[in-house]
């Protein structure tokens, strides 16, 4: 089955960068995108991004263009997520998730809390 | 943008009782691109509803999505005590591409 385990807790302080990790296992890497979702306190989700796991090519949330960029490593099976000049209001959890027809997300990683915070 | 705006936003009912949310879009939404998720306290989102109605792999029948357009519907039939979470509709289309709901939290008395 598909599994997808994202990279542990992170404290940041503002201005700083974070790289958040998701390793897929269960399918072929290169077949489907990976997307980054985040979800801060309070807040409903949100579409940062995907990256496709085979040619790499990525489209990302007019909102976070210019301070996310996702990356995928085929020969680890796993996709990063780096969100630079971090700011309060991007604490948050952050997921990886995907699937096979692109329109909903039948597969989520645990997520990863990125906390901001002086 | 899609806007999708759910209702109630707090559900409170008792094992047994059906449950109605609500997810209402700012512009029409393909039938094919709108789901529903269900998310338990400290968890990820669990794809429950896929195309508007098709349940996913391993969801009960007590689930059911409906609706067209601007107007969907998820039903939970006989509420579990497992059901209790918060209920989230997701749309496919427009800029950003994927939007979700504020989410409809259901709570079993």
């Known amino acids: 089955q598909v599994q997808l385990v994202q990279s542990g807790a992170e404290v940041k302080k503002p201005g700083a960068s974070v790289k958040v990790s998701c390793k897929a296992s269960?399918?072929?890497?290169?077949?489907?995108?990976i997307h980054w979702v985040r979800q801060a306190p309070g807040q409903r989700l949100e579409w940062m991004g995907w990256?496709?796991?085979?040619?790499?090519?990525?489209k990302y949330s007019q909102k976070f263009q210019g301070r996310v960029t996702l990356t995928r490593d085929t020969s680890a099976g796993t996709a990063y997520m780096e969100l630079s000049s971090l700011r309060s209001e991007d604490t948050a959890v952050y997921y990886c998730?995907?699937?096979?027809?692109?329109?909903?997300?039948?597969?989520w990683g645990q997520g990863s809390l990125v906390t901001v915070s002086s | 943008e899609i806007v999708l705006t759910q209702s109630p936003g707090t559900l409170s009912l008792s094992p047994g009782e059906r449950a109605t949310l609500s997810c209402r879009a700012s512009?029409?939404?393909?039938?094919?691109?709108l789901a529903w998720y269900q998310q338990k306290p400290g968890q990820a989102p669990r794809l429950l509803i896929y195309?508007?109605?098709n349940r996913a792999t391993g969801i009960p029948d007590r689930f059911t999505g409906r609706g067209s357009g601007t107007d969907f519907s998820l039903t939970i039939s006989r509420l579990e005590p497992e059901d209790c979470a918060v209920y989230y509709c997701?749309?496919?289309?427009?800029?950003?591409?994927?939007?979700f709901g504020q989410g409809t939290k259901v709570e079993i008395k």
């Open positions: 998730a995907t699937g096979a027809y692109g329109y909903y997300f039948d597969d």
């Open positions: 269960g399918y072929t890497f290169t077949s489907f995108a």
């Open positions: 990256v496709n796991g085979g040619n790499g090519n990525t």
């Open positions: 512009q029409s939404v393909s039938s094919s691109h």
């Open positions: 195309g508007a109605s």
């Open positions: 997701q749309q496919y289309g427009g800029s950003p591409l994927w939007t």
